[in-house]
């Protein structure tokens, strides 16, 4: 039996996520959690060979909880299934120690192979994943300027680039609107960009929102 616990901050798509898993008779939902704090607890109370996880949770994402398993050396393994393009997060994950990547737009019956390919220790990408990460071999992964962005600036950028006030960056992400100015900074920097605009520009022209 696959012991999996469901990460994701909207109830909606968590019972939507475990009723897919449901139709498999070898995977079995042992908890779920809607932030940072609950996966944690939920890992530590609950049987897990799989860590389903979105990336947009509040506080604390997805990508800190890759980063405090992969520090621990934890025997998890993590299916992030996120509703950001894979293009411009797939192989962020996957380098962050995620094995496999999949889009909630995907076809519900990719979920359980997805959580079958990972619990077996594979890798779980799809076709166009994985036409990117041979195209990575070649090409150095700061030929973009936001390649170099941490999972906040990202995360900020795109907050940004759809319109919303740092006010409102800041009650979502769980954060002050001071800290969220400073993230504003630091991507503006990278960018070389000077405003708001230009950000949004950027993030248009690179696909990202």
Sequence with gaps: ???????????????????????????????????????????????????????????????????????????????????????QYAIRCLRAGAQGYLNKAGDPADLISAVRTVAQGGKYVTPAVAHMLVESLSTPENQTLHAALSERELQTLLKIASGKRLADIAEELMLSPKTVSVYRARVLEKLKLSNNAELTVYAIRNELV
Excluded at 19 to 37: C, N, P, R
Excluded at 47 to 60: H, M, Q, Y
Excluded at 76 to 81: H, R, T, Y
């Design 1 to 87: 039996m696959i012991h999996v616990i469901l990460c994701d901050d909207h109830a909606m798509i968590r019972r939507g996520i475990r009723d897919t898993l449901a139709e498999a008779v070898d995977i079995q939902v042992t908890a779920e959690a809607g932030s940072y704090a609950e996966v944690r607890e939920a890992m530590r109370n609950s049987a897990c060979e799989v860590l389903v996880l979105d990336l947009n949770l509040p506080g604390r994402g997805g990508m800190e909880v890759l980063s405090s398993l992969k520090e621990a050396h934890s025997p998890i393994k993590v299916l992030i299934v996120s509703m950001f393009p894979e293009d």
